[in-house]
T-cell receptor, first 114, second 112 residues
C-alpha cells in the first residue's frame, strides 16, 4: 500500500533555532500534501495544505512566516519551524492522498523545543 | 462546534472483551468516513473507509458500520488484545474536496 515517511521522527532543539521536517510519498506522486499539528490528547489540527509548484495554503491562525512550507517535488514537502519556541513543541504529522478518496499519514515528528 | 463527535472519550476494557466506539458527524455533503488507529507517538493508520452506500466494513477484528441517514458510525472491536490499546479516530470528508474533519478520538486501554 501507499507509504508516507517523515524525517526526523523526533527532534530536540534550543529556543530560537529553526527545524526542518520532511514528508515524502514513497511510492506515489502527490501534488498536494497536508501538515497537521497534534497536542497531547487532542485531535489532529490542519495547519496548511502544501501544493507542488505553488504557494501553500495556511489555515486561519497559522503564521505562514513561522511555518515555512516548500513542496519541492511531487514526492517531497518540507515544513520548517522558524525561530522555534517551547510553545511550538508538538507532534507534527503530514499526509498525502494517493488518490481522491484516500489519505495516508506519515508516522509523525515529535518536536521538543527547550 | 466540531463536525465530528466521538464517544466515549476513553474506556478501559479487559483483554478478550468486545467494545464499540461511536462517531456522530454533521459533515455535508458526505463523501466518506474513515476510522484510523493511532498508537501513542505514531501517525494514524487506516482501518476502514466507507462511502455513502456502504453499511458495514470489516478489517480483521475491527468492524465499522455506517448509517448515512442518521450520520452515525460505529467501530466494533472483537476479542480485544493488548495491542488494541490506542486512540481510534473517526475522520469524515466532504464531497468535492480533500479536507478532512477529525474527531478527537476514542482512547482505548486494554488491560490483562
Amino acid at each position: 500500500g501507499a507509504v508516507v515517511s517523515q524525517h526526523p521522527s523526533w527532534v530536540i532543539c534550543k529556543s530560537g533555532t529553526s527545524v526542518k521536517i520532511e514528508c515524502r510519498s514513497l511510492d506515489f506522486q502527490a501534488t498536494t500534501m497536508f501538515w497537521y499539528r497534534q497536542f497531547p490528547k487532542q485531535s489532529l489540527m490542519l495547519m496548511a495544505t502544501s501544493n507542488e509548484g505553488s504557494k501553500a495554503t495556511y489555515e486561519q491562525g497559522v503564521e505562514k512566516d513561522k511555518f515555512l512550507i516548500n513542496h519541492a517535488s511531487l514526492t517531497l514537502s518540507t515544513l520548517t519551524v522558524t525561530s522555534a519556541h517551547p510553545e511550538d513543541s508538538s507532534f507534527y504529522i503530514c499526509s498525502a492522498p494517493p488518490s481522491y478518496n484516500e489519505q495516508f499519514f506519515g508516522p509523525g515528528t515529535r518536536l521538543t523545543v527547550l | 462546534k466540531n463536525q465530528v463527535e466521538q464517544s466515549p472519550q476513553s474506556l478501559i476494557i479487559l483483554e478478550g472483551k468486545n467494545c464499540t466506539l461511536q462517531c456522530n458527524y454533521t459533515v455535508s455533503p458526505f463523501s466518506n468516513l474513515r476510522w484510523y488507529k493511532q498508537d501513542t507517538g505514531r501517525g494514524p493508520v487506516s482501518l476502514t473507509i466507507m462511502t455513502f452506500s456502504e453499511n458495514t466494513k470489516s478489517n480483521g477484528r475491527y468492524t465499522a458500520t455506517l448509517d448515512a441517514d442518521t450520520k452515525q458510525s460505529s467501530l466494533h472491536i472483537t476479542a480485544s488484545q493488548l495491542s488494541d490499546s490506542a486512540s481510534y479516530i473517526c475522520v469524515v470528508s466532504a464531497r468535492g474536496n480533500n479536507r478532512l474533519a477529525f474527531g478527537k478520538g476514542n482512547q482505548v486501554v486494554v488491560i490483562p
